[in-house]
């Protein structure tokens, strides 16, 4: 038996939300240091804020995750301008889906082989 995922895409209620610790911890393990850091600056952060957070922690993994805690924080961060910036990135937006509950974002079939 296996398991296929059909991407159903992200409907407006899942884009207004905002995210989670969890939810940015998955997207933040997800994605290599530049991409983050590229990312944050898209949604308005700034170099001096990876500057900073990268100074006071030697884990590059939690300056991932904690500069999209802090954007969340500032800008009352959603769903919807992270798929945006990642569109002007040039990169697939199905990077939210992994990030977020697959049972409220796919339909599952289980096909006999």
Not at 42 to 61: F, K, P, V, Y
Not at 89 to 107: E, I, P, Y
Request: aromatic share 8%; charged share 25%.
């Amino acid at each position: 038996m296996y398991l296929f995922y059909t991407i159903l895409g992200l409907q407006e209620s899942a884009l207004n939300q905002i995210p989670s610790d969890v939810e940015l911890h998955r997207l933040a393990a997800g994605c290599d240091e530049t991409t983050i850091r590229e990312l944050a600056i898209h949604l308005g952060m700034t170099l001096q804020d990876w500057d900073t957070l990268r100074s006071n922690n030697a884990r590059i993994e939690i300056v991932k995750y904690r500069i999209l805690v802090n954007w969340r924080e500032k800008y009352s961060g959603r769903f919807s301008r992270i798929a945006k910036a990642l569109k002007d990135m040039d990169l697939s937006v199905h990077t939210l889906c992994q990030v977020t509950c697959l049972d409220t974002l796919h339909k599952h079939y289980y096909i006999d082989k």
